[in-house]
């Protein structure tokens, strides 16, 4: 039997999280892999052990280190949380008891978590939340959702679920070949490769335009259903974001659930990063329509101060999830007729065995409150806007875009240097850190507020480092 002593490890991560969030130390440092292999000495501990005790203390700040820190006020760059610590206090847990959330007996509680943030999530959206006791789950009309490993995988477990209900012979015959599917042309990445992963190929898309923002113009869809009428091809849904990922603008959702619901044609919502914003007053307007999707993606990972990773797969009608993916007959241990006291998630996902997802989220929401994590994204959200109007009346600097959630895209205009090789330089030294993505053909500078720490100094530095560059 051993003691959990976790007195180096909590007093390890504090002080890690001290420095990071006063931006004494660099937010990223870069050095190459064989070196730091080498100063780590992985092979040493691999050799002989004795990694825990007063061993664990010397070696946990040198392996903190080379940790890209997301508390830093200066780190500006992937979508992913900085989060909050008892979040990642739920995680550790979890870690430890190892209770599996896919079925319920090998997590009660933990399954029993995943529910109740699930209907949580549901009444966000407007949907109705699944009843708590089996025998009321006969009948009727509720929701139903399922947390997962990343907003990628829910993407395509929910564009599988759209082909089951619209062509369900595809589990024994294929894809029929007139199958086609409609995509803003800003989807992420996931999405397009989802639909090559089931094997449509990519002649399967129908790319919906969009404006100068990058969001969908809704009165050019009738021309692209007539097309896809013309062409012999059948949709089986039609996917907007909410929002993009390399500009964060919202899809009209609304009128785009108009044309939907006209053509009885499934919405897939992709809300990875920006459904966040439904627990905002101030910002949920953007999500004005979502209610009337068939399925959401919203990953608590990147704006509720969750650990990676935590994805909400969520629709409307239950009955489109439980019946959507096809369980073979070779699963007889897992899958059978049982006394069932509470509820299993393993035909809901692609996954077999998955850790307690809910409990990255449960515990900073049940620390913070709803309102902790509300009056975050609300703060996130109105420092991009104040961000965005400081540097767009700089005559050196442009926006091609006014954000509507946390990202910013901005250039600078006055230098002989590309947009990347700035960016190479800011990260290399790591004095901050944040990424570049191509808009309209044209590579830009991209912030994605995900510190609690970062304020509107931080942009003045940043924007005083560019010029000296
Ligand atoms: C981040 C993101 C994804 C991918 O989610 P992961 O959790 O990183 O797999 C998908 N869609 C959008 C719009 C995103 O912003």
Redesign the pocket.
């Known amino acids: 039997m051993f003691k959990i002593d976790l007195k180096s490890v909590g007093k390890a991560l504090e002080s890690f999280y001290e420095q990071s969030v006063k931006g004494d130390t660099t937010v990223l440092r870069q050095e190459r892999m064989c070196s730091i292999i080498h100063k780590l000495e992985f092979d040493k501990y691999l050799n002989n052990g004795g990694l825990y005790g007063k061993e664990l203390e010397v070696f946990l700040p040198k392996y903190l280190e080379y940790n890209t820190r997301l508390h830093h006020p200066k780190y500006l760059g992937h979508?992913?949380a900085a989060p909050h610590y008892t979040a990642a206090i739920g995680t550790f847990i979890n870690a430890f008891t190892n209770n599996v959330a896919s079925i319920y007996e090998m997590g009660p509680a933990s399954v029993s978590m995943e529910y109740y943030l699930i209907n949580w999530m549901l009444q966000k959206i407007g949907w109705t939340a699944a009843p708590l006791c089996s025998e009321d789950r006969v009948n009727g009309f509720f929701g139903g959702g399922v947390l997962v490993?990343?907003?990628?995988?829910?993407?395509l477990t929910a564009l599988i679920l759209a082909r089951s209900k619209c062509a369900p012979e595809a589990w024994s015959e294929g894809n029929p070949s007139e199958l086609c599917i409609l995509l803003p042309s800003e989807?992420?990445?996931?999405?397009s490769r989802s639909v090559g992963i089931m094997g449509m190929g990519s002649q399967a898309i129908y790319s919906m335009d969009v404006d100068s923002k990058g969001a969908v113009i809704p009165d050019r869809l009738p021309g692209i259903y007539k097309q896809i009428k013309e062409d012999g091809k059948r949709p089986m849904a039609l996917v907007a974001?909410?929002?993009?990922?390399p500009v964060g603008i919202y899809d009209p959702l609304d009128e785009i659930a108009d044309f939907c619901e006209e053509h009885q044609l499934w919405l897939h919502i992709?809300?990875?990063?920006?459904a966040s914003a439904l627990l905002s007053e101030k910002f949920k307007h953007y999500l004005k329509g979502v209610n009337r999707a068939d399925s959401l993606?919203w990953?608590a990972?990147?704006l509720l101060q969750t650990p990676?990773?935590c994805?909400a797969l969520l629709l409307k009608d239950h009955r489109n999830l439980d019946g959507g993916l096809f369980v073979g007959e070779n699963a007889s241990y897992l899958f059978h007729e049982k006394e069932q006291p509470g509820f299993d998630f393993i035909h809901r996902m692609l996954e077999t065995t998955k850790s307690g997802l809910g409990e990255k989220l449960f515990f900073v929401l049940a620390a913070i409150g709803e309102e902790g994590l509300t009056s975050f994204i609300d703060r996130q959200y109105k420092l991009t806007r104040e961000a965005y109007d400081y540097i767009q009346q700089l005559s050196d600097f442009a926006c091609p875009v006014r954000p509507q959630s946390n990202i910013l895209c901005f250039e600078y205009l006055d230098t002989g240097l590309s947009q990347l090789e700035i960016r190479k330089r800011l990260i290399a030294k790591g004095d901050f850190y944040l990424t570049t993505t191509v808009f309209k053909d044209k590579r830009y500078l991209r912030l994605v507020f995900m510190s609690p720490e970062t304020n509107m100094e931080v942009i003045k530095d940043l924007i005083d480092f560019i010029r000296k560059l």
């Open positions: 979508q992913c490993n990343g907003g990628s995988l829910a993407n989807s992420h990445y996931s999405i974001n909410a929002c993009s990922t992709d809300g990875a990063h920006g993606v990953d990972h990147k990676s990773l994805a």
